[in-house]
């Protein structure tokens, strides 16, 4: 609080503390993008404090040892668990965790919530968590959901329409969602898509004939623009 000291380009720091008396002071050391570390240092210390910094990104996974498949949150040596999102009992362990590569938020894909289509199969929730205050919200529920990735502040993923029938153009759906802004985009939809990938900043689809449409393969921007046909077979 009254003494700082800044480590040079190895991340040696001497501090110089001016106090009489023999209690241990209390150092925070601090570096971006890592977890705050605070040690006891005894005044009378003269040799050299290793202190090993953690990243301050969290891990997140999924466990059942609550009885339940809880999200949790970890940092990387162990410490700090918490449990972002509480399993509800009804997830099975077919279950999608998908995290964005710099922002504090992960996708979810689990049938935690209790809507079952005709033949009484739960429904996939798609659900989208804040990493750092748990804050969530349900996007979709469908059939199935596949993440495709990030893309920015989009998440792009693939819903299948729930009760649609097997030669419903529509039946899939490829989608992008904007979690700063709200704003949904539909990129594409066909009766079966045989592959999606992200690459150099697009969408890549490889669109199924089935439904009476043409195979061919396209790729897009995350906000529906710029699509372009690459192969037309």
């Known amino acids: 609080g009254e003494v700082n000291a800044v480590a040079d380009k190895d991340g040696k720091i001497v501090l110089t503390v001016d106090q009489k008396d023999d209690e241990d002071v209390k150092v ?111 996007l979709v529920e469908s059939e199935r959901v596949q993440i495709v990735g990030w893309l920015g502040d989009r998440l792009v993923y693939v819903q299948i329409a729930a009760g649609a029938s097997a030669a419903n153009p529509k039946r899939y759906r490829l989608v992008s969602y904007d979690y700063k802004s709200g704003d949904k985009k539909e990129l594409a939809s066909a009766n079966y898509f045989n592959d999606i990938t992200i690459a150099q900043g697009q969408v890549y689809v490889a669109q199924n004939s089935t439904g009476g449409q043409s195979a061919s393969m396209f790729r897009v921007n995350a906000d529906g623009s710029g699509r372009q046909t690459v192969l037309n077979r």
């Open 28 to 138: 925070t050391i601090k570096a971006k993008d890592y977890r705050d570390e605070v040690v006891e240092i005894a005044v009378t210390t003269k040799g050299d404090q290793k202190v090993q910094m953690v990243p301050d990104r969290k891990e997140v996974f999924v466990s059942k040892r609550s009885g339940k498949y809880d999200l949790y949150k970890i940092d990387v040596d162990g410490k700090n668990e918490e449990v972002l999102l509480k399993g509800t009992g009804n997830e099975q362990d077919s279950m999608t965790v998908v995290v964005h590569p710099t922002d504090e938020q992960v996708a979810f894909v689990s049938t935690r919530g209790t809507t079952r289509n005709k033949d009484g199969y739960l429904l996939s929730t798609l659900s989208l968590i804040d990493i750092t205050d748990g804050n969530n919200q349900a």
